[in-house]
């Protein structure tokens, strides 16, 4: 599940591209200034950051080099209103992988996203499997044995996250932070709802509960 964390101070433009980007399967956080996005962008918590230049306390030309300076190789790319040759020079000059000017395109910003996270993984793993569950990460389908099963986009992220960690404990702050964002309550019970209905979908005791703790994928001996 790719984490990307959005550097944007208008409040507006941010809420925008993080319901776009979580709608398409990403997992978001936000930060609306350029002291916070160095920070988090260094704690090798995010798989992409995409930067606004007008940041206050640190602009994102300064938060950009800071990064590289620090040896940061997070993709970057910059999403901003100033489109002059030399603003676009100095992003890319200075370690942006792309740069993009306002007013945008989501689908623009969405195909740069996927081409850059892309560029920087080494060769794509499409399919998850344990045990008889499978999920395709193209098409987002999942299948248990030879069995076509429905999901939500919210239940195949949770049930990705569990694939991709099969045996072993995740709690329930883990797979809030993997699956709805930093910014979601922490007392929420949505994580116990939702195992529910993957078990209903995917087999009552495949996902096995963890008193105290959370929730588990059994690598094995999985009901079909």
């Not at 939702?194 to 059994?218: C, S």
Request: charge should be neutral; include cysteine; proline fraction near 3%.
């Amino acid at each position: 599940m790719n984490r990307i964390l959005i550097a944007e101070d208008e409040a507006r433009i941010a809420s925008f591209v993080e319901k776009g980007l979580r709608g398409n399967g990403f997992v978001t956080a936000v930060v609306s200034d350029g002291l916070a996005a160095y920070d988090m962008a260094g704690s090798g918590a995010f798989d992409l950051l995409i930067l606004d230049i007008g940041l206050p306390l640190s602009d994102g030309f300064t938060v950009l080099r800071r990064l590289r300076e620090s040896k940061v190789g997070i993709p970057v790319i910059i999403l901003t209103a100033r489109d002059s040759v030399t603003d676009k020079v100095a992003g890319l000059e200075g370690g942006a992988d792309d740069y993009i000017a306002k007013p945008f395109a989501f689908e623009e910003l969405l195909a740069r996203v996927r081409l850059r996270l892309r560029a920087d993984r080494s060769p794509e793993v499409t399919v998850l499997r344990v045990a008889d569950l499978a999920l395709d990460l193209r098409t987002r389908r999942a299948y248990v044995g030879e069995r076509s099963v429905d999901l939500s986009t919210r239940e195949f992220a949770l049930a990705e996250v569990f694939c991709r960690h099969p045996d072993q404990v995740l709690t329930r702050e883990q797979l809030l932070s993997h699956v709805w964002g930093f910014d979601f309550d922490p007392g929420s019970n949505v994580v116990d709802v939702y195992v529910r209905y993957l078990r209903r979908k995917l087999g009552a005791d495949r996902i096995e509960t963890v008193r105290g703790t959370g929730y588990r994928l059994k690598a094995e001996g999985a009901p079909r």
